[in-house]
């Protein structure tokens, strides 16, 4: 049998059929939407990172300050509040005695609470007796 001006044998597929095309769209919106919900989850993410630099600032500014402070013991207990970032950070201060009478252990806690209910970050520090030399 001679063929002429038509392909002899089975028919090649040429393009694709309509569930090719809508597995094709599945993936990619599967693949889109998981891009987008790492996107927001990142954005998320920075936003908590830039709290916690700005209250690790906060409560370093106030260890900085006690440790100038030529007041001994430590006061317990002190609250605060100091601007930065244009925010209003609050922070308290809680001091504990160590085995060594000369040594305090001062933790700092910063928050965005005026009623110190929620604390971002905690810092601690110790610090020592201040001796007549070194004021």
């Known amino acids: 049998m001679k063929c002429f001006n038509t392909p002899c044998g089975p028919i090649k597929q040429q ?23 790492a996107a ?22 106030r260890l900085n300050q006690l440790q100038i ?3 001994w013991p430590p006061k317990n207990n002190l609250k605060g509040e100091m601007p930065m970032a244009q925010r209003t950070w609050y922070w308290q201060q809680n001091v504990v005695k160590t085995n060594d009478d000369d040594l305090r252990a ?25 001796t007549s030399g070194n004021r």
Request: charged share 10%; aromatic share 6%; hydrophobic share 50%.
């Open 40 to 61: 927001g989850d990142h954005l998320s993410n920075v936003g908590q990172v830039e709290a916690v630099t700005f209250a690790n600032y906060v409560a370093s500014n």
């Open 15 to 37: 393009g694709m059929t309509l569930l090719e095309v809508m597995v094709a769209l599945l993936i990619f919106a599967l693949t889109g939407s998981a891009i987008l919900k």
């Open 106 to 130: 001062v933790t700092v806690k910063v928050g965005l609470q005026q009623d110190y209910s929620d604390s971002v970050t905690s810092v601690t520090t110790f610090v020592a007796k201040p």
């Open 69 to 71: 402070d030529a007041t």
